[in-house]
Nanobody, 122 residues
């Protein structure tokens, strides 16, 4: 099994910064794409950013230039640095990883973190 442990959420004021981290553990052969999603109250979950094992990144238009996703492959950890936060960034942030796990055959397993709440006050 693979477990994800997120940390770093909290309450900040608009314009401030916050960092999130998500560590994967368990019986992992390797991890492919790692991503952050968020879900605002009453809205659907949306993709915030992705990062490949080689470090290629992709961002939602709403966070480009303000958020930075990174990863440490030696620690199976993904980070999200959020700068210039806005009230509309408020929501629960979830990490998501595609892990290769052992078995009769290697297989991909998509795993979600438990979510961490980010609240940005105006």
């Amino acid at each position: 099994q693979v477990q994800l442990v997120e940390s770093g959420g909290g309450l900040v004021q608009a314009g401030e910064s916050l960092g999130l981290s998500c560590a994967a553990s368990g019986n992992i052969i390797s991890i492919n794409t790692m991503a952050w999603y968020r879900q605002a109250p009453g809205k659907q979950r949306e993709l915030v950013a992705t990062i490949t094992p080689a470090g290629s990144t992709n961002y939602a238009d709403s966070v480009k230039g303000r958020f930075t996703i990174s990863r440490d492959n030696t620690k199976n950890t993904v980070y999200l640095q959020m700068n210039s936060l806005k009230p509309e960034d408020t929501g629960t942030y979830y990490c998501n990883v595609a892990a290769v796990v052992p078995g009769p055959f290697y297989r991909y397993l998509e795993v979600w973190g438990q979510g961490t709440l980010v609240t940005v006050s105006s």
